[in-house]
């Protein structure tokens, strides 16, 4: 009797230890963003700041991580991950939107009343600042190569089909917004990287490009912890049984299993299955709160999709991610 339970037990017991692993390299994403919070509460961190910050973290460290992970990168070589990556990102983007649409309708929610901002805020998934760390100590450079060349299939769908869901305005205004410091260094550095030219490259400058690579993330995310102090002034607010709970079910549980079959089903590397797999657990993301104020949006419904989703990811991305690891063969 002992012998035949015993693998099941030993199976719990490894299912646990991977989930806890897991869950070490999600939580340091959420106390850098808490420690926004506080550096804002404490007015180390003021709203005066907030834009010159963004500006550095968008045209020069967010810039650096790409070059630094894309230089030397052989994966991204391929024809098929620099093809399928982006579209896969702008397909499952697409895809959100649409789901959430259909849903927000069948709520009660209309033009006016929060259906485009509910929508265009379940799309998006996080695609930036909470997966790039976790493919980084999941996979390694290769995949998070693969991760920044998706993420531009992502910036072309909020910045066309986005908007246009968001705000109804003209596709061609939202073309004009791909124009922008990342998606420049993208192009350039797969370039770059496809003809070889780091090589000639002294090494200090990979130096420099690494140290300031590695302040990319962490201070964006104090920025966004920044951000969203202003909503947990009067944090009931943020919680809204209808919009909450259905963000919740959408986003952390519908989306995923659509994300998960196509990352099994589709002809590409297993690179790119590995990041559809961090992307297929990830929450809101948090930037659109930006994008929402700029564009007329429904602010605090916005807020309420990203607190709930947020919250509750930090329980669920490692479940989502050790299930789809396993789902995708990876």
Not at 101 to 112: E, P, Q, S
């Amino acid at each position: 009797m002992v012998c035949a339970t015993t693998p099941r037990f030993v199976s719990l017991a490894a299912s646990v230890d991977t989930y806890t692993k897991l869950l070490a390299l999600t939580a340091p994403v959420f106390i850098i963003i808490g420690a926004g919070v506080a550096l804002r509460r404490v007015r180390c961190l003021t709203h005066e700041a907030d834009e010159s910050i963004l500006k550095l973290v968008v045209n020069l460290l967010y810039p650096c991580l790409i070059f630094d992970s894309i230089l030397g990168n052989a994966g991204l070589r391929t024809q098929g991950n620099l093809v399928w990556a982006p579209l896969v990102g702008f397909v499952t983007i697409i895809l959100g939107f649409g789901a959430a649409w259909w849903v927000g309708k069948a709520l009660g929610l209309r033009i006016g009343t929060g259906l485009r901002t509910f929508a265009f805020a379940i799309g998006i998934y996080n695609y930036g600042y909470i997966p790039i760390p976790l493919v980084s100590a999941l996979f390694g450079r290769e995949e998070l190569g693969v991760l920044l060349v998706h993420n531009v299939g992502c910036e072309a769908a909020i910045w066309t089909a986005g908007i246009f869901v968001l705000a109804g305005l003209s596709l061609r205004e939202g073309w004009r917004k791909l124009l922008n410091a990342p998606v420049v260094s993208l192009a350039l550095a797969l370039l770059a990287n496809v003809f070889r030219l780091n090589d000639r490259l002294p090494s200090f400058v990979f130096d420099a490009i690494h140290s300031l690579a590695l302040c990319a993330v962490p201070v964006g995310l104090l920025v966004i912890g920044a951000t969203l102090d202003e909503y947990l002034e009067e944090p009931q607010q943020l919680f809204d049984l209808r919009i909450t709970l259905s963000a919740c079910a959408l986003r952390l549980g519908v989306l995923p299993i659509a994300f998960l079959l196509i990352a099994r089903a589709l002809p590409c590397s297993i690179a790119l299955k590995h990041v559809m797999v961090v992307q297929a657990a990830m929450p809101t993301g948090m930037l659109l709160l930006v994008i929402t104020k700029r564009y007329g949006g429904q602010t605090l419904t916005a807020a309420q999709i990203i607190a709930g989703t947020t919250a509750l990811g930090l329980i669920v991305i490692p479940l989502w991610i050790q299930f789809g690891l396993r789902f995708v063969g990876g």
